[in-house]
């Protein structure tokens, strides 16, 4: 009995929420300019499009790259990009479990290397929810190339610096944001983790727009 009075008040918590969330669609908007909305952005990230009309450079550049940051600083990436230690995970970013370290060339201890346990695909956990993620090779980028916790305008002078990024030019980035398959693991992370926002190719094109701007950074 308690069981069903319980089950009946989630169906009702339940309901509430389809109604909700059908006001919320609801908004009065007319099908064009839903559509037109629609066009300026992919899974919460905006096209390189919604940016075209800031006449001046420097501030479409800084303006293209804040939504750039927006995927490079989500835990999906981050979480592989620390600045010191060794990798975090979830989106709370907390240190890796078990304890990792970076190891030399960013692969692990000898004997305990991320390819001990990273496949090169996710592999859903046998027991419990969540997964195991993987993509080929699965590894740290060098300390210089580190960025959780920076604010975009920091990751931006960083990306600008070729000290920094292994003599990477901004031409480089481009197709590195928008191929490489390490970046496009944060698209498809595996059950249990939130996927970056947007896709790979809007984080390419927003990339191949910011350097066209100029590649200046946001103040
Ligand atoms: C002993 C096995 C093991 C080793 C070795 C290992 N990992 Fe992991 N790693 C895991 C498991 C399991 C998870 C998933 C944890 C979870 O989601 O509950 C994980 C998760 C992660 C995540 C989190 C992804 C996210 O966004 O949440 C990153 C990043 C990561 N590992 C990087 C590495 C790197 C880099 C190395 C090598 C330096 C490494 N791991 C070595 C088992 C391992
Ligand atoms: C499994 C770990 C891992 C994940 C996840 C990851 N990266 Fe990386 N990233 C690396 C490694 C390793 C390198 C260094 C490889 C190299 O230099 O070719 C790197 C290098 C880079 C670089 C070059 C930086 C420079 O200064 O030259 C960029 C840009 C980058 N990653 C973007 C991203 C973005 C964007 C995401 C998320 C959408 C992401 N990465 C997710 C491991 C990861």
Request: aromatic share 6%; glycine share 14%; proline share 8%.
């Amino acid at each position: 009995m308690k069981f069903q009075t319980r089950w009946m008040t989630a169906m009702a918590i339940g309901a509430g929420f389809v109604m909700i969330s059908a006001c919320g669609q609801d908004d009065g908007a007319s099908p064009d300019k839903n559509a037109a909305a629609d066009a300026m952005e992919v899974n919460g990230l905006m096209k390189p499009a919604a940016f075209a009309s800031i006449e001046n450079e420097e501030e479409r550049a800084g303006a293209l790259f804040n939504e750039m940051a927006k995927v490079m600083l989500h835990p999906r990436c981050a979480n592989c990009h620390p600045k010191s230690g060794g990798p975090t995970q979830g989106d709370a970013m907390v240190p890796h479990e078990p304890p990792v370290v970076r190891g030399a060339g960013g692969i692990g201890a000898t004997g305990m290397e991320c390819f001990t346990c990273h496949g090169s695909e996710n592999v859903e956990f046998a027991t419990m929810e969540g997964s195991i993620p993987g993509a080929e090779p699965w590894f740290l980028p060098p300390v210089a190339m580190g960025w959780a916790g920076s604010s975009p305008a920091e990751l931006c002078a960083q990306l600008n610096d070729p000290s920094k990024t292994g003599g990477r030019s901004l031409e480089d980035l481009i197709e590195h944001n928008g191929g490489d398959h390490l970046v496009n693991w944060a698209w498809n992370p595996g059950e249990g983790r939130t996927p970056a926002p947007g896709d790979q190719e809007t984080l390419g094109a927003l990339t191949a727009a910011w350097v066209e701007a100029g590649g200046h950074c946001p103040a």
